[in-house]
Nanobody
Framework: QVQLVESGGGLVQAGDSLRLSCAASGRTANPYAAGWFRRAPGKEREFVAFISWSGNRIAYGDSVKGRFAISRDNAKNTVYLQMNSLKPEDTAVYYC?????????????????WGQGTQVTVSS
């Protein structure tokens, strides 16, 4: 089993920044990749960002490119999502997800463990 715990969400104003963290524990894959996804009310789950174990493979959803940055600290088993220039349309519950490290994976169905999510609300 793998446990993922997200933190760092909150209520901010448009243009502000937030940094989300995702701490992993338990029997993580060796090595493992991580993804961030989000779900806004009434919308489908959306891919936000992906990072491989070494960080040499990174991908972003079109709606966050140039504003968000994913990174990780493997010594701390933690993945981060730096979110800048936040917009009201970024309001959602943000989830991190785990999978074994292979390729670049954007589809949520291919992740095997998920965190409980953290709420991000951006006011205009």
């Amino acid at each position: 089993q793998v446990q993922l715990v997200e933190s760092g969400g909150g209520l901010v104003q448009a243009g502000d920044s937030l940094r989300l963290s995702c701490a992993a524990s338990g029997r993580t894959a060796n090595p493992y990749a991580a993804g961030w996804f989000r779900r806004a009310p009434g919308k489908e789950r959306e891919f936000v960002a992906f990072i491989s174990w070494s960080g040499n493979r990174i991908a972003y959803g079109d709606s966050v490119k140039g504003r968000f940055a994913i990174s990780r600290d493997n010594a701390k088993n933690t993945v981060y999502l730096q979110m800048n220039s936040l917009k009201p349309e970024d309001t959602a519950v943000y989830y991190c997800a785990h999978r074994s490290d292979f390729g670049v994976v954007l589809s949520p169905e291919l992740y095997d463990y998920w965190g409980q999510g953290t709420q991000v609300t951006v006011s205009s």
